[in-house]
Nanobody
């Protein structure tokens, strides 16, 4: 089972750190993607962190504000979100798939339960 947690309500400009953890399998065999879905919108990719070298990729909308990292020893992946904006409000998901350095949404086959992030004053 894969699960994202750490969401909550935060004011604009604030920060949150999401975690993605799993039981039953190791996360270090593939890249891990973060995705989000806002009400009435399609799910979109936010970030991807590669399996071995920790290389990261970000959507333009979060570049410079979000940072993905992983701790393979703890079997966990993190998404540090700074300078949050109301448009970041969404349910955030972590997912894994067959590739070591990319996270194409349609190829991801394990999806964690999402965590709600609400940015509002």
């Amino acid at each position: 089972q894969l699960q994202a947690f750490g969401g909550g309500l935060v004011q604009p400009g604030g920060s949150l750190r999401l975690s993605c953890a799993t039981s039953g399998f190791a996360l270090n065999y593939s890249a891990i993607g973060w995705f989000r879905q806002a009400p009435g919108k399609e799910r979109e990719g936010v970030s991807c962190i590669s399996r071995s070298d920790g290389r990261t990729y970000y959507a333009d909308s979060v570049k410079g504000r979000f940072t993905a990292s992983r701790d393979n020893a703890k079997n966990s992946v993190y998404l540090q979100m700074n300078s949050l904006k109301p448009e970041d409000t969404a349910v955030y998901y972590c997912a894994t798939g067959p590739y070591g350095s990319s996270c194409p949404e349609t190829s991801m086959y394990y999806w964690g339960k999402g965590t709600q992030v609400t940015v509002s004053s």
